[in-house]
């Protein structure tokens, strides 16, 4: 989440104008903290064509969970009865979109990774070969094994990767 962890409702006395307050900045501060990202990651582009019309990923449609599914687990975003009645040529489809979207989302891991590494070790002088090199200085061959969380990445992020690489329309939000 933060640096500032603080729980909100535990007996400490602040009154509810206090805790409005702290939840306002640490909102503020993961929405800067993540487009601080977005510019880094090249998404910032993306996210500013498409950002009045986000929706939570837990807020989308049936059918837009669907498609995002469908893309980012493969064969995994169908029941075994849907994906046995695909044609092999749809099967073929829907492993290569798989294969290229897993892809795109490592490579996404790797820059986030640089980002946070630059982050931790910006004041090392030892360590500036390191920070020198763009974040976005990838190696392709390297399979990122963080997971999404331990990264703070979420599938709203993904969303916004996938309509930047055209696996998803611009107007993904707006389908409903």
């Known amino acids: 989440m933060c640096s500032l962890i603080i729980n909100l409702n535990s007996n400490i006395m602040i009154?509810?104008?206090?805790?409005?307050?702290?939840?306002?900045?640490?909102?503020?501060?993961?929405?800067?903290?993540r487009i601080k990202i977005y510019k880094v990651t090249g998404l910032i582009q993306t996210y500013n064509k498409v950002k009045d019309s986000i929706v939570p990923y837990k807020n989308l449609s049936p059918s837009q969970k669907k498609s995002f599914k469908i893309i980012f687990h493969g064969n995994g975003g169908y029941t075994k009865e849907e994906f046995n009645n695909l044609d092999k040529r749809d099967k073929v489809k829907v492993t290569k979109l798989w294969r290229r979207s897993q892809r795109l989302v490592n490579n996404y891991k790797n820059v986030v990774s640089n980002f946070y590494g630059n982050m931790i070790f910006a004041n090392f002088k030892a360590l500036d070969f390191i920070t020198t090199l763009?974040?976005?200085?990838?190696?392709?061959?390297?399979?990122?094994?963080?997971?999404?969380?331990?990264?703070?990445?979420?599938?709203?992020d993904i969303i916004l990767l996938y309509i930047k690489n055209n696996l998803l329309p611009v107007d993904f939000y707006k389908n409903k």
């Open 15 to 33: 009154n509810e104008y206090m805790k409005n307050t702290l939840k306002e900045r640490i909102e503020l501060r993961e929405k800067n903290k």
């Open 134 to 156: 763009p974040c976005s200085h990838i190696d392709n061959t390297i399979i990122n094994i963080n997971n999404l969380k331990e990264l703070d990445i979420d599938y709203d």
